[in-house]
């Protein structure tokens, strides 16, 4: 709902939230692929937890693709631009993220403790690569669903709306 009143869009919403998903399907897969057992609720709090920290980076490069489009640029130029300004960003706060919560998984003696913080801090750097190389296609692909499913995207198309009708 909060990505859906920030962009007032019904397609970014779903989008966002589903390549972050994706992010925590990912992580949650290695589990599996590792032979690891983890406690029973740590998809829910996992899930929960990263789908929180890490949304942020999402909206961060939609937020500046949004920008570039709304001054005119072509989607390509767009995403770009998106990616290089907020690569930055992104990378800081995970690597934050992570080494925060690494470090409590590696020192932490308690079973359910250390396996949560980390499937956080794999969670982090999962996220990150997700929104700095998929989001980006993701927002190519669906570009023209994007501009079509939201109110003021381009905010030029809005403001030629709004001269035509006082003409």
Known sequence: ???FVLFRSISLPVLLV????FAIFVNMSFATYMNATIPFIASIVIGTIQLGSTVDYAILMTTRYQKERS???NKADAIATAAQASAKSIVISALSFFSATIGVGIYSEVDLISS???LMARGALISMVVVIF???SMLMVFDKV???TSIGFLKNDMMI???GRHA
Do not use: D, Y
Not at 18 to 21: A, D, F, H, L, T
């Open 71 to 73: 001054r005119g640029a």
């Open 161 to 163: 709306e709004t001269e």
């Open 146 to 148: 994007i501009i079509k």
């Open 1 to 3: 709902m909060i990505i």
């Open 116 to 118: 949560l913080c980390v």
């Open 134 to 136: 998929i989001l980006p």
């Open 18 to 21: 589903s390549v972050i998903e």
